[in-house]
């Protein structure tokens, strides 16, 4: 009798409905804004997904506004427009809204004191938003090839004026690194300790995923016993942002992704729509598991299917 499970449609299983000409019509109809992740949205590495392009080219000329929100830290708002023209997308970066612009709104909107210091478990973005934001971080892509000495009688020395720790996607992540966060957390009395968000891995590379942010924050949490402050998905703390400089309240919103616990989830957290692609991290089979309880929308293959129902 259990063979009638294996016959259940995937919109029987999930609960949402796959893009089609019509929910396509009645997704573009109550929506003015789309929400756009970026790795394994609208790219894989540095690999443009196919029908990208002409997918955010017919929003724009029906008038729909988008928005990027990546949880990858690694590069800052400027460097992210820049990545969009290399691959052949307008975009600005007031359209951008990245985990390292979070992590630096965050530190802004609690007064964090510009007498302190921010260590920083991760690359260039975050750094770049940090003094951006009016605020000295130290570590980053400087203590990439830094090591430690254990031996006899070794004291290792760290800033006490640092008052909060980010940790984001970092592949130069070393021992001296987290020894450094580790010091700090536990040792500077009143030290935030900041994540840019948790994802497990994601498609840095065309062919493959990799370990993504959430690896190094377990680093440090298991090392100071202590959870992180999240501000990347699925966290609405970007949000706030985006109702102040777009005005367009989140029911007309949608959130396009490709994980289920960062973007749909950040969406269904804000109150948005949510459409799953599934061009990245989230295939079937994980969307169609009886432990997953993380419901879109819609589902479609890939992002370029909006388009595909709408000729």
């Known amino acids: 009798m259990d063979g009638g499970i294996t016959n259940l449609t995937t919109e029987e299983r999930t609960n949402c ?14 929506v003015d804004a789309f929400l756009f992740d970026c790795d394994g949205v609208i790219w894989k590495g540095d690999a443009l997904i196919d ?40 975009v600005s970066e007031d359209e951008i809204f990245s985990s390292s612009f979070a992590a630096a709104m965050y530190l802004k909107v ?5 007498e302190k210091k921010v260590y920083v478990i991760g690359e260039e973005g975050i750094g770049e938003e940090l003094q951006l934001a009016g605020f000295t971080s130290l570590g980053g892509p400087e203590d ?3 090591t430690v000495q254990l031996r006899p009688n070794y004291l290792f020395e760290h800033d006490k ?3 909060a720790v980010v940790v984001g996607l970092d592949q130069y992540i070393n021992y001296y690194k987290l020894q450094y966060a580790t010091l700090c957390i536990r040792e500077n009395p009143g030290c935030l300790f900041i994540a840019t968000n948790r994802d497990a891995v994601g498609h840095l590379t065309d062919l493959q995923e990799w370990p993504g942010a959430g690896c190094m924050v377990a680093a440090v949490c298991g090392s100071t016993q202590k959870e992180p402050i999240v501000v990347g998905k699925p966290s609405t703390f970007l949000m706030e942002f985006l ?16 994980r289920l616990d960062t973007d749909i989830l950040f969406g269904q957290n804000a109150g948005c729509r949510t459409l799953l692609v599934l061009s990245g991290v989230t295939d079937i089979s994980d969307l169609q598991d009886s432990k997953n309880h993380i419901r879109p929308e819609y589902f479609a293959d890939k992002v370029s ?5 709408i000729q």
């Open 17 to 30: 409905q796959r893009l089609t000409p019509l929910t396509t019509a009645n997704l573009l109809d109550s």
């Open 51 to 90: 029908g990208v392009s002409d997918t955010l080219d017919t929003l724009r000329a029906l008038g729909k506004k988008l928005v990027f929100v990546t949880n990858n830290s690694t590069k800052s708002r400027r460097q992210y427009a820049k990545k969009f023209h290399s691959v052949g997308i307008s």
């Open 110 to 114: 609690i007064d964090f004191p510009k």
């Open 144 to 146: 990439g090839k830094k």
């Open 161 to 163: 004026s640092v008052g």
């Open 243 to 258: 109702l102040k400089k777009f005005n367009i309240p989140t029911s007309r919103m949608c959130m396009v992704g490709d």
């Open 305 to 309: 299917d909006i388009i595909r129902f």
